[in-house]
């Protein structure tokens, strides 16, 4: 088993929809990253959270230490937000494990 | 925010020849530089940790001579692959930790390797 899981693997939805992407992990973390990968495969930092709740416009990032969940939420989703949304954990020393990354596409 | 450019963006090699990537940090100073390879539709995966004037830390099962990593500078780390083979095509990508906040870990838009 996978230590960082993350549902839905593929997930298409309809231009302004709330979109929710999960991710739980198996082991002790001092923090969990949000990453996005575009289709030519660069990668930018959403979050990087340890604790409670950030926002960055329509972005929205949990976490919940106890359950060992986390989640990415996106409020009126938009064609461009299509990509790649990877959660990585943090297990010390910055070295990251990453979800296998849900594949997101908006349609217009 | 802080950025980290790779050199090349693609490669093509023959089998048996290296190939170097190169990892810089463009406006901050890295202390530390990660090298990561994703295999098609697979998750990305820790190859070294690299640290300024120190040799690199490598992953389980990741061969030290085959993948040379130097970090000669606070903002240049290279990666060479040596004798590549057909296997070692894959997306490798670097990140760095440093700049504002100095605890980001800021990625590279990664270099695509295909052996032939």
Not at chain 2, 39 to 58: R, V
Request: aromatic content about 8%; overall charge positive.
């Amino acid at each position: 088993k996978n230590e960082v899981e993350q549902s839905p693997q593929n997930l298409t939805a309809q231009e302004g929809e709330f979109i929710t992407i999960n991710c739980s992990y198996s082991v002790g973390i001092s923090a969990l990253h949000w990453l996005q990968q575009h289709p030519g495969g660069g990668i930018v930092s959403l979050f990087m959270l340890s604790s409670g709740k950030k926002k960055h416009g329509r972005l929205i990032a949990t976490i919940n230490i106890q359950e060992k969940h986390s989640s990415l939420h996106i409020t009126a989703s938009h064609p461009r937000d299509s990509a790649v949304y990877i959660c990585a954990v943090d297990r010390g020393a910055q070295k990251l494990v990453f979800g296998q990354g849900t594949r997101l596409t908006i349609n217009p | 925010g802080a950025v980290v450019s790779q050199h090349p963006s693609r490669v093509i090699c023959k089998s048996g020849t290296s190939v170097k990537i190169e990892c810089r940090s463009l406006d901050f100073q890295a202390t530390t530089m990660f090298w990561y390879r994703q295999f098609p539709k697979q998750s990305l995966m820790l190859m070294a940790t690299s640290n300024e004037g120190s040799k690199a830390t490598y992953e389980q099962g990741v061969e030290k001579d085959k993948f040379l990593i130097n970090h000669a500078s606070l903002t240049l780390s290279t990666l060479t692959v040596t004798s590549a083979h057909p296997e070692d095509s894959s997306f490798y990508i670097c990140s760095a930790i440093g700049g504002t906040p100095s605890y980001e870990q800021y990625f590279g838009p990664g270099t695509r390797l295909t052996v032939t």
